[in-house]
C-alpha cells in the first residue's frame, strides 16, 4: 500500500484545520478601534464581568481563512452528485432561493398583524390548493415540520377520528417491515402499538400477511409508495380496501412523491392521509437535519380533526383559523406558528415554476434516469428485484460474496473517487443495501462518469482486492472514525 501520510497532516488542498480556539494569539486582532473613553465601563447593570470573555484573537485573513475552508469540508448536492436513496437529494433552483429571499417574505414576523401578512397567507393558501390538486385530496395542514412531523400529525387525526366514534379502543398500527424508522416511531409517540408486514420475494407488501394482521383493533396502516425499495405497492387498491374493511384508516408515508408527481392522484389509491416532504419532492436544500417541511394532506373523513392554524378566504381577505369552527373539531396545534414558511415559498416557487407539464417531467426524468442506473449496473452489482424500478435503485451484497469486502467498504472507496456514498444497509428487507436515487436533475454525463465508477469498484472487488477496500477511504482529511463513540460521546466543549 502506497504511503498516505504527509509531514504537514494536510492531505492536497485540504487543510488541517484547528479548533478556533486553539489559534488565537492573544493581543491579536482584526479590528483597529480607539481605546474606550473611561466613563462608565460598566454597563451589566451591578453584575462586572470577571474573567475574559474567552473568545480567540484572531487577524481577519485568519478568521476568513478559518471559516472559508470550514465551508469546505461540506459536501452538498452543489459540490457533486449525491446518490443518497429515500431521501430525493435534488438540485435546489435558483430561482426557488432567490424568491424566499425577497424581503417581503423573508423579513416578516409570525406576530404580525394578519392585515398586513395577506401576502404570505397567500403563499400558504396557494400552495396549499396546489397540493390537494396534486393529489386530490380535499384538506391539507400545512403547518408540520418535516416528514415525521407529517407522520406525527396524521397518526394524531386517526386517532382523533377513531376516539370521535367511541373506537379509542383501536391500538395497533401495521407498519411494512421496509418502512422508515420514523413511521414505528412516529406511531409509538401516538401512543400505539406497532406490528411488522412481511415483504413478499417481489418487495412489495404481502397482502395475504397484511388481511391475516388486520382486525377490529387496528387504528391504521401506514404504507410507503413508492416504497423504500423504489418499487410501487401494486396491490395498494386491495390494501387500501382492506384496511378500509376492518374500519381502519391507511396512512401513506409520502416521502418518495418525487417518483410520482403528476401522474398518480393519491385519492384515487384510496389514502386517507400523507405527508408531503417538501423538502424532498419540492426543492429546498435539506441537508445537516433541514429546514424541512411536512404538510398533510386529509381525505374527508379526517378533514375536520386537522390541526390549527389554517387559511380559509374570508369577507376581510385571508385569514388565519386559531380554533375549532363549525364541523370542525382540530385535535390541536402541531407547531408553534403556522409551518415552516420558507419552505412553502420555496416549494410554491418550484411548482408555479415548473407547472403541470415540468412536473410530470420530473417525475419521469427521476424514474428514467434510476432506471438508467439500474441497467447499467445490474449485470455486476446485484438487484435485489427483477424489473424495473420507481426513482431509487435497490442493490444488495450478493455480488461481494466471497470477496471479503462489505457494503461498507464499497461505499468508502465511492469517497476516494470523489462520490458521496449511496445509502447503505436501508431498507433492512434486503442484506447489506446499496440503495440509489439520482434524481431527474443529473445529466447522463454525470450518470455515465458513476456507473463508470462503479462498475470498476465491482471489477476490483471480483479480482480480490479486499485490502484496497478495507483501507478506503484513504484520500480524505480523516479516514474511518469510529462512528458509534463520536455519535455516543461527543466532544461538545472546549476547554483550555
Ligand atoms: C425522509 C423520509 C422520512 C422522514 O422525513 P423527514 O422530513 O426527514 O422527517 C420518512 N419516510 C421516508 C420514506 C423518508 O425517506
Known amino acids: 500500500m502506497t504511503e498516505t501520510n504527509t509531514i504537514s497532516g494536510n492531505r492536497g488542498l485540504q487543510v488541517e ?145 377513531h376516539e370521535d366514534k367511541g373506537e379509542g379502543y383501536r391500538r395497533r398500527i401495521l407498519v411494512p417491515e421496509s418502512a422508515h424508522g420514523t413511521n414505528p416511531a412516529s406511531a409509538a409517540m401516538c401512543g400505539y402499538s406497532v406490528e411488522s408486514i412481511p415483504a413478499k420475494e417481489n418487495g412489495r407488501v404481502d397482502l395475504d400477511a397484511l388481511k391475516a394482521k388486520l382486525g377490529p383493533d387496528v387504528a391504521a396502516l401506514m404504507l410507503t409508495n413508492p416504497n423504500t425499495c423504489g418499487l410501487f405497492e401494486s396491490e395498494i387498491i386491495a390494501i387500501a380496501q382492506a384496511v378500509h374493511g376492518v374500519g381502519a384508516y391507511f396512512y401513506c408515508d409520502g416521502a418518495n412523491f418525487n417518483a410520482i408527481v403528476g401522474r398518480v392522484k393519491i385519492a384515487d389509491l384510496g389514502i386517507d392521509t400523507m405527508h408531503i416532504n417538501l423538502h424532498k419532492t419540492f426543492s429546498t436544500p435539506h441537508g445537516g437535519g433541514g429546514p424541512g417541511s411536512g404538510p398533510t394532506v386529509l381525505s374527508a373523513a379526517l378533514a375536520p380533526y386537522a390541526p390549527v392554524p389554517y387559511v380559509i378566504e374570508s369577507a376581510g381577505g385571508l385569514e388565519l383559523v386559531e380554533g375549532a369552527r363549525a364541523g370542525t373539531k382540530p385535535f390541536g396545534r402541531v407547531k408553534g406558528f403556522h409551518g415552516q414558511f420558507g419552505v412553502f415559498v420555496r416549494a410554491l416557487a418550484y411548482i408555479l415554476s ?143
Open 354 to 496: 415548473m407547472g403541470s407539464d415540468g412536473l410530470r417531467q420530473a417525475s419521469s426524468d427521476a424514474v428514467l434516469n434510476a432506471n438508467y442506473l439500474l441497467a447499467c449496473l445490474k449485470d455486476v452489482v446485484s438487484a435485489s428485484f427483477d424489473g424495473p424500478c420507481m426513482h431509487e435503485a435497490l442493490f444488495d451484497d450478493r455480488f461481494l460474496k466471497e470477496s471479503g469486502i462489505t457494503t461498507l467498504d464499497f461505499a468508502k472507496a465511492l469517497i476516494d473517487e470523489g462520490y458521496h456514498p449511496m445509502t447503505m444497509y436501508f431498507p433492512l428487507v434486503v442484506h447489506g443495501a446499496l440503495l440509489i436515487e439520482p434524481t431527474e436533475s443529473e445529466s447522463k454525463e454525470t450518470l455515465d462518469q458513476f456507473i463508470a465508477v462503479v462498475r470498476g469498484l465491482a471489477a476490483r472487488a471480483r479480482t480480490g482486492e479486499a485490502e484496497g477496500f478495507k483501507a478506503a477511504p484513504r484520500l480524505t482529511p480523516r479516514r474511518r472514525l469510529d462512528e458509534t463513540l463520536a455519535a455516543r460521546t461527543p466532544v461538545l466543549r472546549w476547554k483550555p
Open 17 to 161: 484545520e484547528p479548533l478556533i480556539f486553539e489559534m488565537g494569539c492573544e493581543g491579536r486582532s482584526g479590528v483597529d478601534l480607539p481605546d474606550p473613553a473611561p466613563v462608565d465601563l460598566d454597563r451589566l447593570g451591578g453584575v462586572p464581568r470577571r474573567g475574559k470573555t474567552g473568545l480567540p484573537d484572531l487577524s481577519e485573513p485568519q478568521a476568513v481563512r478559518h471559516y472559508t475552508r470550514l465551508s469546505q469540508k461540506n459536501y452538498g448536492i452543489d459540490t457533486g452528485f449525491y446518490p443518497l436513496g429515500s431521501c430525493t437529494m435534488k438540485h435546489n433552483p435558483r430561482l426557488s432561493e432567490k424568491v424566499a429571499r425577497l424581503p417581503g417574505l423573508a423579513d416578516l414576523h409570525p406576530l404580525q398583524p394578519q392585515q398586513t401578512v395577506q401576502g404570505a397567507l397567500e403563499v400558504i393558501h396557494t400552495l396549499a390548493h396546489w397540493l390537494k390538486e396534486l393529489t386530490g385530496m380535499p384538506a391539507v395542514a400545512m403547518s408540520p415540520a418535516a416528514g415525521a412531523h407529517g407522520e406525527w400529525c396524521g397518526l394524531m387525526a386517526i386517532r382523533a377520528a
